[in-house]
């Protein structure tokens, strides 16, 4: 039935502001009238066949823009002719009132997607400073070892492969005593992913690390792991070192085609934010 149909009328307090159900005898007053005294406020003990409903203090300035916008559409369809832009009070159905409430539910729930999908750590202004809180999980290797690993957390402002490798060495040092650039291998991966991981030595290879952290970090909700392998510069390799290192190679070559189809997945959103807030 088309909404032509529906005469226009006052809004009674004692009826559904949404469906024109009448809250004292249960009867849909769309196309329909009863006999009840509806410039009543219903209240717990004054009506009988219908239980639940909701007394709504409509402040227009306060409301979800998703109910006002039920609201006025009801405004429409009945005929009202209320002033939506002044306070009034209205009653609902439980009906109409959970239907209300879902739309509410799920309005805010499409809000928080959108934010995912244009990850940023917090809403904050961080991200227009060009700065960058990282939240890590630093294992050390030496002579096939590892050491226990330890959860470390800074900030960068324009953070890049260098200022990146600087910060983290002063936690290498803390672990290990004094290190040079050149006596480690700096390699990260997620903390649930198996493999040597990918190795992170230059700013093309930081870029990439940026893309997975947010990946692995926000989208994924994982730790990142950062693994530095201690070189060991004086010791002459053996022969099955220098078979297993050969192994770990193609390991790593694996993982990184590995991590680059991986990456596709999520390509455009991630790079489209990254893009736009001139991380890289
Ligand atoms: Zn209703
Ligand atoms: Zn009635």
Redesign the pocket.
């Known amino acids: 039935m088309s909404s032509v149909s529906i005469s226009p009328r006052n809004y009674q307090i004692g009826v559904c502001f949404i469906c024109q159900l009448?809250m004292?005898?249960g009867?849909n007053l769309s196309f329909d009238n009863?006999n009840?005294n509806?410039d009543i406020k219903p209240t717990k003990n004054n009506h009988s066949k219908v239980v639940y409903f909701r007394n709504l203090i409509y402040k227009p300035e306060q409301v979800h823009e998703t109910t006002k916008n039920t609201l006025l559409r009801s405004n429409q369809t009945y005929g009202y002719k209320l002033d939506m832009k002044l306070p009034h009070n209205f009653t609902l159905c439980s009906a109409c009132n959970s239907q209300i409430n879902r739309d509410v539910k799920a309005a805010e729930k499409e809000q928080k997607n959108i934010i995912v999908i244009s990850p940023s750590p917090t809403d904050d202004t961080s991200f227009q400073q060009s700065q960058i809180e990282f939240r890590l999980r630093l294992s050390i290797k030496k002579n096939k070892q590892s050491f226990p690993s330890i959860i470390i957390s800074f900030t960068l402002e324009d953070p890049n492969f260098v200022n990146f490798r600087n910060k983290l060495e002063m936690y290498i040092c803390e672990q290990v005593g004094l290190i040079y650039q050149n006596e480690y291998n700096l390699a990260y991966k997620s903390s649930t992913e198996s493999g040597a991981g990918t190795l992170l030595d230059n700013e093309d290879a930081f870029s990439e690390f940026i893309k997975d952290y947010y990946q692995t970090m926000i989208l994924g909700n994982k730790k990142v792991m950062v693994i530095i392998t201690l070189k060991e510069l004086s010791k002459k390799h053996s022969r099955q070192d220098e078979v297993s290192e050969q192994e770990e190679s193609n390991d790593e070559l694996e993982n990184r085609t590995h991590f680059i189809k991986k990456l596709n997945h999520y390509q455009k959103n991630v790079l489209k934010v990254i893009y736009q807030k001139n991380l890289i």
């Open positions: 009448c004292y005898c009867i009863c009840c509806k």
